[in-house]
């Protein structure tokens, strides 16, 4: 069982940057691909970014690509999405998400995920 809980959302003017944490519970976190997603209100949940359990490996989204850095700190239990540039259509509740296949992609490839936290860009 792996528990999730994320922090670091807020409101930030366009143009802006801000850090997301998600820090897990459990002895295997290291074990685990950890991925982004977001869902804006009215709108499906979509992926953002994705780290392999070693970090060796990411993906983004192409509307991220360039701006959004993931990384993880094993030794802390923590996964960060890094999130520069930032426009209004980034507006969403950011979510982070376990799985134990970093092939694996969509919500429905995920094991565990955390409550979300709240990110609005002002124009």
């Known amino acids: 069982q792996v528990q999730l809980v994320e922090s670091g959302g807020g409101l930030v003017q366009a143009g802006g940057s801000l850090r997301l944490s998600c820090a897990a519970s459990?002895?295997?976190?290291?074990?685990?691909?950890m991925d982004w997603f977001r869902q804006a209100p009215g709108k499906e949940r979509e992926f953002v970014a994705a780290i392999s359990w070693s970090g060796g490996s990411t993906r983004y989204a192409d509307s991220v690509k360039g701006r959004f850095t993931i990384s993880r700190d094993n030794a802390k239990n923590t996964v960060y999405l890094q999130m520069n540039s930032l426009k209004p259509e980034d507006t969403a509740v950011y979510y982070c998400a376990a799985t134990r296949g970093f092939a694996r992609v969509g919500v429905d490839g995920m094991d565990y995920w955390g409550k979300g936290t709240l990110v609005t860009v002002s124009s």
């Open positions: 459990g002895r295997t976190f290291s074990s685990y691909a």
